[in-house]
T-cell receptor, first 115, second 118 residues
């Protein structure tokens, strides 16, 4: 596609439910990143994919968070047993990796609200 | 760990005037990249300008320029001839150089909200 696409744009869920957030990167981009943007913490890195593998998942806050990427394209971020502190905007970015000058291009994010 | 600090939570500027947004960072590396991203209310982060640490020349993109002071670990953004469309959150970000095997993740500051007054 022309840009990074994220869905849904907004998601409201009840505490304790599981949610899935989707990211469709720019065609041909091999690297994919998830970030979380919350009022108190700013923008935080969650996980990075190169192809289908995740060399850096150091930012995942707990084992309730997981992510996968299939076919070197679409990625899904799953949050199990959501908590109110999970409320945030989840941003996805993609880039051409293995280039020193690579630029990360961002999607418009998914705003998650946990009631 | 690397940190990025933006000391101005909010700034305002009159249309057509010039404004400078501040950013400082902390790193022990000699090779890295610095970025300024703009986030309008649509939430999509847009790259404004990029600086490579090994380049002494300050980056410039039309009305946007940076003042990169490597020794001081300072990376400010100057917006000239401010326009109403420049109103947004601006984030300063740091990234390791891939040649040093660092993570590709971006480390962000907490942002500066820029208001442009007509």
């Amino acid at each position: 596609g022309a840009g990074v696409s994220q869905s849904p744009s907004n998601k409201v869920t009840e505490k304790g439910k599981d949610v899935e957030l989707r990211c469709d990167p720019i065609s041909g981009h091999t690297a994919l990143y998830w970030y979380r943007q919350s009022l108190g913490q700013g923008l935080e890195f969650l996980i990075y994919f190169q192809g289908n593998s995740a060399p850096d998942k150091s930012g995942l806050p707990s084992d309730r968070f997981s992510a996968e990427r299939t076919g070197g394209s679409v990625s899904t971020l799953t949050i199990q047993r959501t908590q109110q502190e999970d409320s945030a905007v989840y941003l996805c970015a993609s880039s051409l990796a293995y280039l020193a000058k690579n630029i990360q291009y961002f999607g418009a994010g998914t705003r998650l609200s946990v009631l | 760990a690397q940190t990025v600090t933006q000391s101005q939570p909010e700034m305002s500027v009159q249309e057509a005037e010039t404004v400078t947004l501040s950013c400082t960072y902390d790193t022990s590396e000699s090779d890295y990249y610095l970025f300024w991203y703009k986030q309008p209310p649509s939430r999509q982060m847009i790259l404004v300008i990029r600086q490579e640490a090994y380049k002494q020349q300050n980056a410039t993109e039309n009305r946007f320029s940076v003042n990169f002071q490597k020794a001081a670990k300072s990376f400010s953004l100057k917006i000239s001839d401010s326009q109403l469309g420049d109103a947004a959150m601006y984030f300063c970000a740091y990234r390791h150089s891939l040649t040093q095997g660092g993570s590709e993740k971006l480390v962000f500051g907490k942002g500066t909200k820029l208001t442009v007054n007509p």
